[in-house]
């Protein structure tokens, strides 16, 4: 096969075609960097998000316990809020009054839903659970993320974005 030479003027190209090479490989160098840069980006922005979801957890756990260790340890009677469903004045956090589900026995155990962030569209929650013994006092406050509007107060337990904390304390 015989190679056919272009002539322009009085010269000869030989090498035709091989600015168009040279470009198209380092754009596809260039893109190729881009692209990897890009997906570097998109792993720091999820891995940061999911951080930041994260304190919003912890800090609905700790305002939870906050608020009951509070409640509990601000009554002057000997007995507490947790003890006596019908105390007064009305433990109320986060501008709302809490409503308790007491569970009596051996220990006295009340859970409680607390509304800690509510500035549509971000409702931080948690769920308190304070069980008084003879030997103490454990409370057990499990912050999360996702509180649905229709219900503020409730995790979004369906939600696969959903993160939740947990702090306990015992005194």
Request: overall charge negative.
């Amino acid at each position: 096969m015989k190679i056919k030479h272009t002539t322009y003027g009085t010269r000869q190209y030989k090498n035709s075609g091989f600015a168009i090479l040279f470009a198209v490989l380092a754009a596809s160098l260039l893109l190729s960097i881009g692209l990897s840069i890009f997906s570097l980006t998109i792993k720091e922005l999820a891995l940061s998000s999911s951080g930041r979801e994260s304190e919003y957890a912890f800090y609905a756990a700790d305002s939870g316990a906050e608020c009951a260790h509070y409640w509990d340890t601000l009554s002057t009677e000997s007995i507490s809020p947790f003890e006596n469903d019908s105390a007064t004045p009305a433990p109320a956090c986060g501008g709302s009054t809490l409503s308790f589900t007491q569970t009596p026995g051996s220990a006295t155990t009340t859970t409680f839903d607390m509304n800690v962030y509510a500035v549509s569209p971000n409702y931080y929650c948690s769920v308190v659970t304070v069980t008084k013994t003879s030997s103490g006092t454990t409370i057990d406050s499990r912050g999360y993320n996702i509180c649905p509007s229709s219900s503020p107060s409730t995790p979004d337990y369906g939600n696969q974005n959903l993160v939740e904390r947990g702090l306990e304390l015992n005194y």
